[in-house]
């Protein structure tokens, strides 16, 4: 059972454009992570929100937690071509136990 | 170095035998996973375990097995491996708390034949 709905599957965009990834789920959550992986590398973290309501920035990139703790966005100012990558949401909650459940992920082109 | 080191990187066997994926670590972590990540279907959880002496199946231990030799080391093994345990396999440590970030070796791509 994937408790975590990510969308969209896929997005290839150009550089300068604007977007956002969603993170879903029927569940709550304690706390939400977001990672990035590259081609042929693990995934790496890039921000843990835990507060209902939460944002974060990180540069470009903008992290929300819902109010309720169901659901979660990344958008991403101006893209650039180092923004590639694959794009994973992971949430913690009594359903999964004491381990992380991640999303299937949004895959992210950005051309020059 | 690699904080979590993944050996081999890159593995193929055939059906019927039987694998083992070794992973170690030196961030000091007591808690260690292992992962699949197949094509549209994401990361999914095989095994972890919280200390050496813990062992926890996760959503899709069937036909796997591991091993905590120590706190450092957590191996992986397919007993008679099949062609649909194909896919990137990756080890991850925590430490201890709700909201602590994983941290991931490298992968090792098993393609069983």
């Known amino acids: 059972t994937q408790l975590l709905e990510q969308s969209p599957q896929f997005l290839s965009i150009q550089e300068g454009e604007n977007l956002t990834v969603y993170c879903n789920s029927s569940?709550?959550?304690?706390?939400l992570q977001w990672y990035r992986q590259e081609p042929g590398e693990g995934p790496v973290l890039l921000v843990t929100?835990?507060?209902?309501?939460e944002v974060k920035k990180l540069k470009r990139l903008t992290f929300q937690f819902g109010d309720a703790r169901k659901d979660s966005s990344l958008h991403i100012t101006a893209a650039q071509t180092g923004d590639t990558g694959l794009y994973l949401c992971a949430g913690l909650n009594s359903n999964s136990g004491y381990a992380l459940n991640f999303g299937k992920g949004t895959s992210l082109l950005v051309t020059p | 170095d690699a904080d979590v080191t993944q050996t081999p990187r890159n593995r193929i066997t055939k059906t019927g035998k039987r694998i083992m994926l070794e992973c170690s670590q030196t961030k000091g972590h007591d808690r260690m996973y292992w992962y699949r990540q197949d094509p549209g279907l994401g990361l999914r959880l095989i095994y972890y375990s919280f200390d050496v002496k813990d062992i926890n199946k996760g959503e899709i231990s069937d036909g796997y097995s591991v091993s905590r030799q120590a706190q450092a080391k957590f191996s992986l093994s397919l007993e008679s491996a099949i062609p649909n345990q194909t896919a990137l396999y990756f080890c991850a440590t925590s430490s201890a708390g709700a909201a602590s970030p994983l941290h991931f070796g490298n992968g090792t791509r098993l393609t069983v034949t």
């Open positions: 929100v835990v507060t209902g309501g």
């Open positions: 569940s709550v959550f304690s706390s």
